[in-house]
């Protein structure tokens, strides 16, 4: 009996594993075809993957945008500071094409009742100017400071535009 079972198991292996019975060996040779196939295209995604990250980097990394811009930050300490700060407030239209910047009014003491006020924008100073207490003085130095101002953002902007023209970008081509 356990020869028979001895020889019934030899004949199945040999069945199975038999050059003329070529319908086992395809099913192996078929699985291994797949898998290989599984593999390339694990690959490829991750290729596609990593170039899909780099591309989004360099877009982020190109393109620093702030979400909130055209704040007007007030650092102003005495009253003629805050009156300028308001004119200035009142009457601050900003350029349309104008974006990514802060505009911070502040105010240092000098000497007795007078003051320097000081306009930075995104931390370079566009205007800095002596303010004295009376109104109509205020008003008038408010008015120069938006202009100049204005003319800083609009200035700045044909730059950005300029340095990321089509001219400045090339195609790699020598």
Do not use: H
């Not at 070529?22 to 170039?51: N, P, V, Y």
């Not at 008015?143 to 089509?166: A, F, M, N, P």
Request: with cysteine.
């Amino acid at each position: 009996m356990r020869r028979l079972w001895i020889y019934f198991r030899i004949s199945i292996f040999i069945f199975c594993f038999s050059t003329n019975f070529a319908w086992a060996q395809s099913d192996t040779t078929r699985i291994a075809l797949d898998t290989t196939k599984k593999k390339a295209t694990i690959q490829e995604l991750q290729i596609l993957l990593e170039s899909i990250k780099k591309q989004e980097t360099q877009k982020s990394s190109s393109e620093v945008v702030l979400e909130i811009d055209g704040l007007l930050i007030d650092d102003t300490k005495t009253k003629s500071g805050r009156d300028f700060y308001d004119f200035f407030y009142r009457d601050w239209v900003a350029p349309p094409e104008a974006s990514n910047y802060s505009i911070f009014i502040v105010e240092k003491p000098f000497r007795l009742n007078t003051t320097t006020i000081e306009i930075s924008i995104n931390e370079i100073t566009v205007f800095q100017s002596f303010l004295q207490p009376r109104a109509d003085i205020v008003e008038e130095l408010a008015k120069q400071s938006i202009g100049i101002t204005q003319q800083y953002l609009i200035q700045y902007e044909q730059l950005v535009r300029e340095l990321d023209g089509e001219e400045r970008k090339g195609s790699g081509i020598f």
